[in-house]
């Protein structure tokens, strides 16, 4: 079976573990900072905080960034459920700006209208969908204008750049940016993520509620009398001086995450050569197109998505993905829009919300993209597809 996504892993990687597992720290030991240096440097940031996914991530970053009772957080909803449900941890309440059709990104445009509506907003999260950098420039203007940070979901991204070669994770355009480390991710630690920002402020915030909200770095006492101790620091005491959560992340996953890393480039070169050759083959196919065109020398290509003018060619989505499976093809749908979910069709969004998103959804389709995928089974996918869509 040719999978939609895959890590990959060599002997490099597995040693990289087997030596934390022979090793006395398995967490809350060097590796974690030895990450974190890694992809602040790769990036350009001032300052990274590795946690326990990329969920945790969008979770704290909202949190920080204010999101709570009666403020809003704004995101696109073409994208992963955790990026809207980041604001119902917090308490707060979410707002959808659709696409640009071109780019399956969050529009300029419709964030706009969207902030205007709603002026209770505290966060906006653009999603680089498929690794593809948003107008960043614009977001943050706009945003900016309206008191509202912004928070770069950048799951799919790392390894992106901005079209002024910045890369995706720098914070030029933002407050904090997430990443995300699941296995199909640009680089695998089994599970884990990242917030960069260049704000020292928001950094040792996220530092504290990654682990409980206890006191962290040099924050202060706030009960010095019970701190001290005839003149010296009381050896076992700690302040839990606000409510955090254990989103901390295993030495074992950063010693495989720093591991990846160092082929991260490589990873995204092999991509943006895959995606190429996608590209080529695809130009003369009548009712499928590639849906992000552009930008393949920025974009870290997470995934490729195909739009299919199912009608045309007289069969479902769920025909097509079957008759690719009976050839041994896996495929996948990225994503269904977040506000036709059934729990956010509860709190009462609907279709009607995000129009382009829907359009886009109704054609969409993954097909096999990752490191080992080999030429050889790209044409079979592009063979496939031809005998299937025409």
Same mark, same amino acid.
């Given at each position: ?13 597995? !040693? ?11 967490? /809350? ?45 704004? +995101? ?36 706009? /209208? ?6 209770? +907003? ?22 900016? !204008? ?7 979901? !950048? ?21 904090? +940016? ?6 199909? #991710? ?19 915030? =996220? ?6 909200? @206890? ?29 955090? %959560?254990?989103?901390? @992340? +295993? ?8 591991? /990846?890393? #160092? #082929? ?36 870290? =290509? ?12 007289? #069969? ?6 079957? !008759? ?7 495929? /996948? ?37 990752? %490191? ?19």
């Amino acid at each position: 079976m040719i999978p939609y996504g895959r890590h990959h892993l060599d002997a490099e990687d597995i !040693a990289a573990v087997v030596d934390i597992l022979s090793g006395k720290q398995l967490t /809350q030991g060097p590796m974690i900072d030895a990450f974190e240096e890694a992809v602040a440097t790769y990036v350009g940031a001032r300052h990274a905080v590795a946690v326990s996914s990329g969920t945790a991530a969008l979770h704290l970053a909202a949190m920080a960034a204010g999101v709570g009772p009666g403020r809003r957080l704004v +995101t696109s909803p073409i994208t992963f459920v955790a990026s809207a449900n980041a604001a119902l941890y917090c308490g707060g309440s979410v707002g959808f700006a659709d696409i640009d059709p071109a780019t399956v990104n969050m529009s300029p445009e419709a964030l706009e /209208q969207t902030l205007a509506a709603h002026p209770d +907003t505290a966060a906006v999260i653009p999603v680089h969908f498929g690794g593809l950098p948003c107008d960043m420039e614009a977001i943050a203007r706009i945003a900016r !204008a309206r008191g509202a940070m912004v928070i770069e979901d !950048a799951a799919h991204a790392l390894g992106a750049r901005q079209g002024d070669g910045t890369p995706v994770g720098s914070c030029t355009q933002s407050d904090m +940016t997430c990443f995300s480390f699941h296995p199909v #991710k640009a680089i695998a630690a089994g599970e884990g993520g990242m917030i960069t920002t260049n704000d020292t402020a928001l950094y040792r915030r =996220l530092i504290r509620i990654r682990s409980h909200g @206890i006191n962290k770095l040099d924050d202060p006492f706030q009960a010095p009398e019970a701190a001290v101790e005839n003149g010296q620091p009381n050896p076992w005491y700690y302040e839990m001086q606000e409510l955090g %959560y254990h989103y901390r @992340i +295993t030495d074992i996953q950063c010693a495989l995450a720093l591991s /990846q890393m #160092k #082929k991260l480039d490589s990873f995204i070169a092999r991509r943006r050569a895959l995606a190429r050759s996608y590209d080529a083959a695809f130009a003369d196919f009548a009712h499928l197109r590639p849906a992000q065109p552009e930008g393949r020398d920025q974009s870290g =290509l997470h995934i490729y998505v195909v739009r299919i003018d199912f009608a045309a060619i007289g #069969k479902t989505r769920g025909d097509v993905m079957r !008759a690719l499976r009976a050839r041994g093809i896996g495929s /996948q749908v990225h994503y269904i829009p977040v506000p036709i979910q059934p729990h956010y069709a509860a709190l009462g969004f609907g279709p009607s919300d995000c129009p382009a998103a829907m359009a886009y959804y109704d054609q969409a389709l993954s097909i096999p993209l990752f %490191y080992d995928l080999t030429d050889a089974q790209q044409a079979e996918v592009i063979t496939a597809l031809r005998d299937i869509v025409g």
